[in-house]
């Protein structure tokens, strides 16, 4: 059941949004990266419910998404943030199947399960290396749909392999590839995707439109959502990976 929020002159219901991790589970990610990754992930569920609760306008939803060999979901659906608890994810396996999990996560971003009401989901990818598949064609379609279109995507390379310029397809854009070259960088990049993208909202040109913005919150936003990139951490510390 949806959370009911008190407006003036009525009721609201919260809008879903939905967080997924991608995480690549490849025989390349064992070891330290696998480890610092899900230890930071872990370490950020809190500040992820802090910054939900600053934002009113949403009820925050997570779910996890792990693709090596196989592809996964390591959840059998969207979890309320302040519910959430994090599996460790194993790496192992010697591909890695990304247009597959294109695949997948196109099939939770259709109208249903996606709902009308939603806020654009938000999709944190992470990965140290390279589609061993036919990424292309399934990324395509991700993005051909409207809630894929819509969507705020993160990536986050790890170490000197990561192939950027699929994760830059991917994002839309090179800038919000995000580079994670040792554990402290990946720890700091987690972080900052993790706790900026649940504070994203109803984007600020519907509140000036002359439509009222009440009227409108169920109806599919027109244009994505406008991630803050000013407050990137800087990462000084030497390169590892």
Not at 123 to 148: A, C, E, F
Request: hydrophobic share 45%; net charge negative; proline share 7%.
């Amino acid at each position: 059941m949806a959370t009911v929020l008190k407006r003036p002159g009525g009721e609201l219901s919260q809008r879903p949004l939905n967080f997924f991790w991608v995480v690549d589970c490849s025989g390349s990610m064992h070891g330290d990266k696998i480890g610092v990754l899900n230890n930071a992930i872990q370490s950020t569920i809190p500040e992820m419910v802090a910054a939900a609760e600053g934002n009113p306008n949403a009820q925050l939803y997570i779910r996890t998404l792990a693709f090596g060999s196989e592809v996964s979901w390591i959840t059998e659906g969207a979890i309320p943030v302040e519910n959430f608890a994090w599996d460790d994810l194993a790496a192992t396996g010697v591909s890695t199947s990304l247009g597959k999990a294109f695949d997948m996560l196109a099939s939770e971003l259709t109208i249903p399960p996606m709902s009308e009401r939603a806020l654009p989901p938000v999709i944190v990818l992470l990965s140290d290396g390279m589609p061993t598949d036919d990424y292309q064609s399934s990324l395509n379609k991700l993005l051909r749909l409207p809630w894929g279109k819509k969507s705020v995507r993160i990536a986050i390379s790890i170490g000197h392999d990561a192939d950027d310029s699929v994760l830059a397809e991917f994002a839309g854009c090179s800038e919000l590839v995000l580079q994670a070259n040792n554990p402290q960088a990946l720890v700091k990049m987690i972080k900052w995707a993790s706790t900026a993208a649940s504070q994203v909202s109803a984007p600020a040109s519907l509140a000036a439109s002359s439509v009222n913005p009440l009227d409108e919150a169920f109806k599919l936003p027109p244009a994505p959502l406008v991630l803050d990139m000013n407050n990137i951490p800087d990462i000084n510390d030497n390169d590892v990976w």
